[in-house]
């Protein structure tokens, strides 16, 4: 019973707080990353909370892993060169910053490998 209310409460917020814990903790400290790659990563990460919200009508609160697989991030992409005009180099670049994202979670919480 205790693992299972666990896991639930984990489920409920683990995107934001793996989030969080990315730009507040892990960038600034371990990457070396520079200001405007950090700048472009936070932006990566407002334009796709956005699209969740606005187009798939998920909160960025409610947004956990559980919703994330292969088909969100690929519509994602679709539709930042379809609706938002964004070059394919932009939206690589956006690719980018989810896998680095994505990487982090993979050593932080390998039970979100897949």
């Known amino acids: ?10 489920h409920s917020t683990d995107f934001g707080k793996y989030l969080s814990s ?11 990353y520079s200001d ?6 936070r932006d990566t990460f407002t334009i796709f909370l956005r ?4 187009v798939l009508c998920i ?6 892993f559980s919703k994330m697989n292969r ?6 992409l679709v539709w930042l060169e379809s609706t938002k005009n964004y070059s394919i180099s ?6 980018a910053a989810l896998h680095a ?14």
């Open 90 to 95: 932009t939206r690589n670049q956006r690719l």
């Open 59 to 64: 909160k960025p609160e409610k947004l956990c």
């Open 22 to 32: 990315y730009f507040l903790n892990y960038i600034p400290n371990k990457t070396g």
């Open 71 to 76: 088909k969100l991030v690929e519509d994602f």
């Open 51 to 54: 699209y969740c919200n606005d």
């Open 1 to 10: 019973m205790e693992f299972s209310r666990r896991w639930k409460q984990m």
């Open 101 to 114: 994202f994505f990487r982090y979670i993979q050593i932080e919480a390998p039970e979100y490998m897949e």
């Open 36 to 41: 405007n790659t950090i700048k472009s990563y």
